[in-house]
């Protein structure tokens, strides 16, 4: 997405309640959000373009998402906060529901008690999905060389950018309050940074995401947790 259109989205009535909702005597109330990538899939470990190809959890994956799970309620039970006070919400994919199940089970709540948006799924790579980026150099040096030079605006056949993701993503923030963890994808996170975190960095794209950490964001300022 253009700088000028992110800014539009930013300033849009909608987009004002992406991150600091009105209490009840009309102050600010700072929004807490958290959000786990799904654990690691067999196309994860051999680098293939996953996309929006429904994909299983490996047994690391699975590992990776109970300890989450755990360290999620860990945290929880530290903070003295309720875990389901907040809106847990997953994109609609096996990998991210079988994290967030894993996840809530090891919080120390019902499973399957969450909500899926559609908005949620990986960012699409279209044909490419299932390639590596060493047979995209064989297959289409061109669109590889392209990608590497800018992954934000990239748009593979049938696919989309992460221009076009922020946009999505976007629309699905706006449209929630309160608390939420959210689990997704890598893709889905580096734009949750860009939207949140008010960031036009599009070296975004190429942030690494892992599989077994939890990230938080308070006051629109984001850590590990």
Do not use: C
């Amino acid at each position: 997405m253009p700088a000028h259109a992110l800014r539009a989205l930013r300033s849009s009535p909608r987009s004002v309640k992406t991150f600091v909702d009105v209490g009840s005597e009309g102050r600010p109330v700072t929004r807490t959000i958290y959000h786990i990538r799904h654990g690691e899939t067999d196309w994860n470990a051999a680098g293939r373009l996953q996309g929006g190809r429904d994909i299983p959890l490996n047994d690391r994956g699975r590992r990776q998402a109970d300890g989450n799970g755990r360290a999620l309620g860990a945290h929880f039970s530290a903070i003295q906060r309720d875990p389901s006070t907040l809106t847990w919400i997953a994109s609609p994919l096996g990998r991210t529901r079988e994290t967030m199940e894993r996840v809530r089970r090891g919080a120390g709540l019902e499973p399957s008690a969450y909500a899926t948006h559609p908005d949620l799924r990986e960012v699409s790579f279209g044909r490419y999905e299932g390639l590596t980026y060493a047979d995209l150099d064989v297959q289409a040096p061109r669109a590889a060389a392209e990608l590497r030079r800018d992954k934000w605006n990239f748009v593979p056949p049938d696919g989309e950018s992460y221009a076009m993701l922020i946009a999505r993503v976007g629309g699905f923030l706006a449209g929630t309050s309160g608390d939420l963890v959210i689990v997704s994808h890598g893709g889905v996170f580096r734009v949750l940074r860009a939207l949140i975190e008010e960031s036009e960095d599009h070296e975004l794209a190429h942030l690494f995401v892992p599989q077994d950490r939890i990230f938080r964001w308070q006051d629109r300022h984001g850590a590990w947790l």
